[in-house]
Antibody, heavy 114, light 112 residues
Framework: EVQLVDSGGGLVQPGGSLRLSCAASGFAFSISWMHWIRQAPGKGLEWVAHINPDGSRRYYVDSIKGRFAVSRDNAKNSLHLEMNSLRADDTAVYYC???????WGQGTLVTVSS | DVVLTQSPLSLPVTLGQPASISCRSTQSLVYGDGNTFLSWFQQRPGQSPRRLINKVSNRDSGVPDRFSGSGSGTDFTLKISRVEAEDVGVYYCMQHTHWPHTFGGGTKVEIK
């Protein structure tokens, strides 16, 4: 059974940092493109970042460039999103997804507020 | 960035009746290799999204055949042949031909 388990969300003050993680199992993680997608409360979906199978190519939406970094550990079947200089408009549920959106985690809520 | 415009925003449907959602792109979604990377997702209330259709018209595994996708270039459509109660939710189109990948604003399907 395919599983993506998102973790690491929480309440953080503006300017703070968080590290999100995604534990993958049940599919060929090491050869899959992996992605982070977010959804602000009551809003639609936004593609945030993605990383190629060997981690050599990473792409970010403009609003997070220079603040967030996506990484992966294929030996541990894990995906990460390092989030720095967080702003109120980063508040959202963050989903880990794989293979063009075939697989989804349950999401982890990040709330940026003082 | 490519903008995807979905219509309608809200779609009340009678059970057993068909439903149709439009997705229009500001740029052609045909990639250099000839593929068109346009997908459809369903998000039921309180759940993570689920991909229904990839590359315009290919149904993902386990997706009922009442769902179908069509279109080309900049105009795409998701059709539900006979709406069932479990189809309630928000539907999104998404393109991954161009970076950044972008989603449409969503269409809320509800039962009349």
């Amino acid at each position: 059974e395919v599983q993506l388990v998102d973790s690491g969300g929480g309440l953080v003050q503006p300017g703070g940092s968080l590290r999100l993680s995604c534990a993958a199992s049940g599919f060929a993680f090491s050869i899959s493109w992996m992605h982070w997608i977010r959804q602000a409360p009551g809003k639609g979906l936004e593609w945030v970042a993605h990383i190629n199978p060997d981690g050599s190519r990473r792409y970010y939406v403009d609003s997070i460039k220079g603040r967030f970094a996506v990484s992966r550990d294929n030996a541990k079947n894990s995906l990460h999103l390092e989030m720095n200089s967080l702003r109120a408009d980063d508040t959202a549920v963050y989903y880990c997804t794989g293979d063009g959106g075939v697989y989804w985690g349950q999401g982890t809520l990040v709330t940026v507020s003082s | 960035d490519v903008v995807l415009t979905q219509s309608p925003l809200s779609l009340p449907v009678t059970l057993g009746q068909p439903a149709s959602i439009s997705c229009r792109s500001t740029q052609s979604l045909v990639y250099g290799d000839g593929n068109t990377f346009l997908s459809w997702f369903q998000q039921r209330p309180g759940q993570s999204p689920r991909r229904l259709i990839n590359k315009v018209s290919n149904r993902d595994s386990g997706v009922p055949d009442r769902f179908s996708g069509s279109g080309s270039g900049t105009d795409f459509t998701l059709k539900i042949s006979r709406v069932e109660a479990e189809d309630v939710g928000v539907y999104y189109c998404m393109q991954h031909t161009h970076w950044p990948h972008t989603f449409g604003g969503g269409t809320k399907v509800e039962i009349k």
